[in-house]
């Protein structure tokens, strides 16, 4: 079964610290590659995707990510966090459904909590 | 443009009654998928729909189904509602695998 584990369920860092955000991934396809924020009481926002080509992406508000194909790792990095990052982030992967569809399979999550 | 609509935003409901969840799509997006997104967990898949037709299942009973109509709008019915189905539940719209929208979210309680 197809899966995806965040290895980290929390992650305390200092304002404009590095951060890197780990996410595992199983799959025995190719599929595509998402990172979600979701900030309190509201839905799921995209910050950026890998579908093919160039490993690293760049997403918005400063993220991006480096999918490692042998690690079947996609880890997320910030140079330098602000207070408003503070959030939920989770990884996800597209796999197909019947009928060329896709459905997203999500990790539990990393709350990303920016201390002044 | 608005984004993904959902209503309400949320809902007290007993254990064995029945409810259901209502979402309006970005104008323009065919397909529009459920999720459920129990606390603490990640969103899992419940359903997707394109054109009015279901095209994928997640692993959820029976006692969830959903329809899609004309307009593209959809709606998610839960029956027999059990504690365990407290949860937040998402609804995305999109044009392409690659980039789903999501709504605020249905929060549901049962109690």
């Known amino acids: 079964a197809q899966s995806v584990t965040q290895l980290d369920s929390q992650v305390p860092v200092f304002e404009e610290a590095p951060v890197e955000l780990r996410c595992n991934y199983s799959?025995?396809?190719?599929?595509?590659l998402f990172w979600y924020v979701q900030y309190p009481n509201q839905g799921l926002q995209l910050l950026l995707k890998?579908?093919?080509?160039?490993?690293l992406v760049k997403g918005i508000n400063g993220f991006e990510a480096e999918r490692n194909k042998s690690q079947t790792s996609f880890h997320l990095r910030k140079p330098s966090v602000h207070i408003s990052d503070t959030a939920e982030y989770f990884c996800a992967v597209s796999l197909p459904i019947s009928g060329g569809y896709n459905k997203l399979i999500f990790g539990a999550g990393t709350r990303l909590a920016v201390h002044p | 443009d608005a984004g993904v609509t959902q209503s309400p935003t949320h809902l007290i409901k007993t254990r064995g009654q029945q409810v259901t969840l209502r979402c309006s799509p970005i104008?323009?997006?065919?397909?529009v998928s459920w999720y459920q997104q129990v606390l603490g967990q990640g969103p899992q898949f419940i359903f997707q729909?394109?054109?009015?037709?279901?095209?994928g299942r997640g692993n959820f009973p029976d006692r969830f189904s959903a329809r899609q109509f004309p307009n593209y709008s959809s709606e998610l019915n839960v029956n027999a509602l059990l504690l365990g189905d407290s949860a937040l539940y998402l609804c995305a719209s999109s044009r392409t695998v690659e980039k789903l929208f999501f709504g605020s979210g249905t929060q549901l309680s049962v109690l």
């Open positions: 799959s025995s396809v190719s599929v595509y």
């Open positions: 890998y579908l093919s080509g160039s490993t």
């Open positions: 729909y394109y054109e009015k037709e279901e095209r």
């Open positions: 104008s323009g997006h065919k397909s």
